[in-house]
């Protein structure tokens, strides 16, 4: 199935210089935000307990966080979850906090407002709990890096390697800095998110350079740029039908998903969009100005002979 009817021949690589601003101004951004922001971390890292309450109905939020101020939480994180009616409170952890004493406080006090309020889940996690989680998917991030730059070296070659590793690096801090700058709570489903944008991001880089190495091999006369560029084309229908199809199951999500699946959805809209730039105006562009060449991708047996005979 193609969605264009003959092979495209846009210059993507003539603009790449371009698309490095783009990319580096990105990246900046990102890494300030989050040294300056920071991330709105979930109950999953920081601990604490999570409330949630269900109104006769629609809830003021509002009325809600005035409520729990009144009562001493001025730092209680409040938020519509799934429905109008329907709401949860994230109180951040304290010292020996006893998750039944602050639930039954905390209604008492939103019943106050509305007498039909009622608690339907309570729930704690400790402090520890949550630095072990953080360093935990810290560490799934670093090796995810380390068994990508592995995999493609083998499967391709070095240059190959570090333009993916680069490329995959560029989608989570992108993402990392979305989240800074919005406040959207970064729990375990956004990280879950972005271990499969890495995922996806690679597969889309290692479908390029697949056909890089078989264009380098079929298309002798050619430039390294105009390889690149024929790479990228030939597989562009390819890349736009399954991240159009998956950006529309995502957006779907993030539309009607509700509160849950909020942070989970635009990790992976954005991961999808960052992602597919990202094969073409990072991991293609940098394996270009690494000079890649046939030589590089032929085995060292046959480098000097079948270099050298080629016409």
């Keep these: 199935m193609e969605f264009f009817h003959k092979v495209t021949t846009f210059p993507f690589m003539h603009t790449r210089r371009v698309w490095y ?15 300056w922001h920071g991330l709105n971390l979930g109950i999953d890292f920081t601990g604490g307990v999570v409330l949630e309450f269900s109104y006769p109905k629609a809830a003021n939020i509002e009325n809600t966080r005035e409520a729990l101020s009144k009562e001493g939480y001025q730092e209680a994180h409040v938020q519509h979850f799934g429905d109008e009616r329907s709401i949860m409170v994230r109180l951040l952890p304290h010292d020996n906090q006893d998750v039944n004493a602050v639930s039954a406080h905390v ?8 007498p039909g309020v009622e608690l339907r889940r309570a729930e704690v996690v400790g402090p520890q ?9 810290g560490l799934a991030v670093m090796f995810t890096f380390i068994l990508i730059g592995i995999y493609t070296w083998f499967r391709f070659q070095w240059k190959m390697g570090v333009s993916a590793v680069v490329a995959t690096l560029h989608d989570p801090l992108i993402i990392l800095g979305f989240f800074a700058v919005t406040g959207i709570t970064f729990d375990l489903s956004v990280l879950a998110a972005i271990l499969a944008v890495i995922g996806y991001s690679l597969n889309d880089t290692v479908v390029v350079f697949d056909r890089v190495r078989e264009n380098f091999h079929s298309m002798r006369k050619a430039t390294p740029e105009q390889i690149m560029d024929a790479s990228i084309n030939q597989t562009l229908s390819r890349t736009i039908i399954t991240s159009g199809a998956t950006l529309l199951v995502v957006v779907v999500l993030l539309i ?8 989970f959805s635009w990790a992976l809209t954005i991961g999808i969009l ?35 005979a080629m016409p």
Excluded: C, H
């Design 256 to 263: 009607e998903g509700g509160e849950t699946l909020r942070g």
């Design 129 to 137: 709990v949550g630095g072990e989680l953080t360093n935990q998917g």
């Design 21 to 35: 601003g783009v990319s580096t101004l990105a990246l900046i951004t990102s890494v300030v935000l989050l040294f």
């Design 274 to 308: 960052v992602g597919t730039y990202s094969s073409i105006y990072v991991a293609g562009a940098l394996a270009l100005d690494m000079k890649l060449s046939a030589r590089d991708l032929m085995p060292p047996q046959e480098k000097a002979s079948e270099v050298d």
């Design 107 to 114: 209604t008492e006090a939103l019943k106050k407002y509305d």
